[in-house]
């Protein structure tokens, strides 16, 4: 009798503890009412904080507008995403463009043939 009244309670136990796990996961998954909120959308748009950033950087070179990397030349600028390839044009200027591809130089390989009118 003793058993059954301990294997019960055990029994029990698991269920509550699963159930609070659970409970616990998505309050974490969906916010909960607390912690960090998504950023609103379609807010605004504010330069101040990049204007910021801007007069505190220190560059006695050429300052990127776009990454704020202090380069000797503007077209030593880097990308500002990771997803985009750099290809210089020539005369010192150069674009990024998305990569083309899963091979090294693709992107510059379809910049060659949209220039030829190829692409």
């Known amino acids: 009798m003793l058993t059954n009244m301990v294997r019960s309670l055990a029994a029990l136990l698991l269920l509550i503890s699963v159930a609070h796990a ?16 998504a950023p609103e959308k379609n807010v605004p748009s ?5 204007q910021s950033m801007w007069k505190d950087s220190r560059c006695d070179r050429y300052l990127c507008p776009e ?13 500002p995403f990771t ?14 463009v998305s990569k083309g591809g899963y091979r090294p130089g693709e992107a510059a390989r379809k910049v060659e043939l949209a220039r030829k009118g190829l692409l």
């Open 46 to 50: 504010d330069s101040s904080r990049y």
């Open 83 to 96: 997803v985009e390839e750099k290809f210089e044009l020539g005369e010192g200027s150069a674009i990024c």
């Open 22 to 37: 659970q409970f616990q996961f998505f309050e974490q998954m969906f916010g909960g009412g607390q912690g960090q909120q």
């Open 67 to 79: 990454t704020l990397a202090c380069v000797h030349f503007p077209h030593h600028c880097p990308c």
